[in-house]
């Protein structure tokens, strides 16, 4: 029996419906928009094709971008990470006491992770165990964790922000070299590489992840965790299992950022991270990821998170242009993107 | 010829509340077993006891000649119960192939292998009369009736012997309805599958049904098959009988 009903979707079509479809676009006009921009104040070459000017914006995008992956992964299974930025912080003075107190830097590194791995375990059961909004229980972390790390810093080595300088060079009376681990976890100086490591890792996890989301089983629970719990649990998907690990994927991808902020800057800094889960929520809205789940990409978010850098330091290189419009602009974005997301969504829904 | 599903004396409470008392019913191979009844005479209940949610108080529930007791829906379905409840159990914005693996993924390596979901699917709808041009468009794109085909032909790919069928016409338009109806026909022809019909549509039961059970208030009002349950009776019956009478004889006066 053949449906006359049935229409043929075309590649045009279903190209479409690609989530981050939005994102392509917007990319392109904040792109123009600021070549534009430049060109009339005669910064075009500072930006665009000076290293130091393409840096800033490529570094700042690998920044948010990491965190927009976790971000994205997360909205897609429908739950939220509020506490993202302030984990940053959390994890560099972790890591910075620990060296600190003589732990050896790569041992440093690994009881960070394990320590971030674990928070995001217990914000993820207690989410899925209460069944609290995310929201609402990682708003709570989002205080205790950079309250809990100048805490702490501060009742043991009496300062909130913590330089590690000292543990990161070679010990004045040989033995082991800690430059070498330094090197090889923030490896753009060992190879004189002309980013910092975390647009390397940032590549790295993009692709990752991106073939996690479409590709593997894993990726496609988030996807039904989010889109419809219930259902997915009739077929057998552990949504909560699923729904844990991504937390814990969320707040070790802050890890990753804290201890190489360390490594990079040589201290410790308690408002590392501030408002930076805020941007990375906004790339991945820019991006195309549904707010109540099911819907979205990695690839979305990531060029959700480059819009967001070259908007956040163009507006630099354009004097005639107030610093603050760029939060305007910044939330008409968001809000345009969550329009044009909800209409795209619909249209997948109609077919 | 032995029941491929067989209840004996099954009951369910929760609480003082008796939710099924005695019911005994059986389904056959090749054979649609239409379980009628209004709303609050049941149905669900007994859907929940056969498709593992909850265990019965009292009697057996017994498959090919054997004795089973469920204590989850998994062991229902490794047992060969199929059940597809009114809502489906799909994700709307999913694509076929996905929706019809969902759980149940086929992995070439580390990742998904996505040509083989999509020809298995292609395959399998293909058998109940649905062809789907791009197993690769979100499940959005799909009618009501095409995606409840979907939910049987999944069911039944992944080794159901029992099909339960929760009201798969009730939330339908007219033309979706017969559409299922079809579907329905094409699992009953192939002979190695049983059918629990599950409606409060008259109508639906007598086009399809080969036997019938009737469900009021927790118990069964009557048993038969298509031969000894005409139309008159079975319109009665779905009405609970006595109470139609009662009604009737109010209107008049």
């Given at each position: 029996m053949e449906d006359e009903r049935l229409r043929k979707v075309s590649s045009l079509q279903s190209f479409v419906s690609r989530p981050e479809l939005g994102s392509v676009f917007g990319l392109a006009i904040i792109v123009v928009t600021f070549m534009s921009l430049t060109t009339v104040s005669g910064t075009f070459s500072a930006m665009w094709t000076n290293p130091i000017g393409i840096q800033a914006w490529v570094e700042l995008a690998a920044f948010v971008g990491i965190l927009a992956i976790g971000a994205s992964l997360l909205m897609i299974a429908g739950e939220f990470d509020l506490s993202m930025g302030a984990n940053i912080a959390l994890a560099g003075h972790s890591f910075a006491l620990l060296l600190t107190f003589g732990v050896p830097v790569l041992p440093a590194i690994l009881i960070t992770f394990i320590e971030l791995a674990f928070l995001g375990f217990i914000m993820g059961t207690i989410v899925v165990r209460t069944g609290l909004p995310s929201f609402i229980v990682t708003l709570g972390f989002w205080f205790a964790s950079r309250g809990f790390a100048v805490f702490l810093s501060q009742t043991l080595v009496n300062q909130s922000r913590l330089s590690v300088k000292p543990y990161l060079k070679p010990p004045a009376g040989g033995g082991e070299d800690p430059t070498l681990i330094d090197n090889i976890f923030a490896f753009d100086k060992a190879f004189g590489l002309p980013f910092d490591a975390e647009v390397y890792y940032f590549a790295i996890l993009v692709i990752i992840t991106a073939f996690m989301l479409h590709r593997t089983r894993f990726g496609n629970w988030i996807y039904a965790s989010g889109g419809d719990a219930q259902a997915a649990r009739a077929v057998g998907v552990p949504v909560n299992r699923v729904k844990i690990s991504l937390f814990m994927i969320s707040t070790c991808l802050a890890c990753l950022l804290g201890v190489l902020t360390v490594m990079t800057s040589g201290a410790s800094d308690?408002?590392?991270?501030?408002f930076r889960e805020l941007h990375a929520i906004a790339a991945a809205v820019i991006g195309g990821c549904a707010l109540m789940g099911g819907y979205g990409s990695v690839i979305g978010a990531v060029l959700g998170a480059f819009i967001f850098a070259i908007a956040s330091r163009g507006i630099n290189f354009v004097?005639?242009?107030?610093?603050?419009l760029f939060r305007v602009m910044l939330g008409m974005m968001v809000l345009g993107a969550a329009l044009l997301n909800q209409f795209l969504r619909n249209r997948v829904l109609r077919g | 010829m032995t029941a491929t599903i067989q209840l004996n004396g099954v009951s369910k409470f929760f609480g003082n509340i008796i939710a099924l008392k005695d019911i005994s019913f059986e389904a056959h191979q090749g054979e649609v077993t239409a379980l009628l009844g209004d709303n609050g005479a049941g149905k669900s209940t007994l859907i929940k006891c056969l498709s593992g949610v909850h265990a019965p108080d009292e009697g057996e529930i017994i498959i090919e000649g054997k004795p089973v007791k469920f204590s989850s829906p998994r062991q229902a379905a490794a047992a060969g119960i199929g059940t597809v409840y009114?809502?489906?159990?799909?994700?709307?914005?999913?694509s076929v192939s996905r929706n019809f693996f969902l759980g149940r993924e086929i992995n070439k390596g580390l990742f998904l292998d996505l040509d083989k979901m999509s020809e298995i699917t292609r395959r399998e709808m293909a058998k109940l009369g649905?062809?789907?041009?791009?197993?690769?468009?979100?499940?959005?794109?799909?009618?009501g009736g095409q995606r409840q085909t979907l939910a049987i032909s999944r069911a039944i790919y992944f080794g159901a012997k029992v099909l339960i069928l929760d009201e798969?016409?009730?939330?339908?338009g007219q033309k979706q309805q017969l559409e299922v109806l079809r579907t329905v026909n094409e699992v009953r022809n192939r002979k190695d599958i049983a059918i629990i019909f599950i409606t409060h549509n008259d109508l639906h039961a007598r086009l399809i049904g080969d036997r019938f059970t009737f469900l009021n208030r927790g118990r069964i009002l009557a048993n038969g098959n298509r031969e000894a349950i005409d139309t008159d009776n079975l319109r009665s019956l779905m009405a609970g009988g006595a109470e139609l009478a009662e009604l009737e004889a109010e209107l008049k006066n």
């Open positions: 308690p408002k590392a991270g501030d004097p005639f242009i107030d610093n603050n | 009114q809502d489906l159990a799909l994700q709307p914005l999913m649905i062809d789907v041009a791009d197993p690769n468009q979100p499940i959005g794109t799909l009618s798969p016409t009730s939330a339908l």
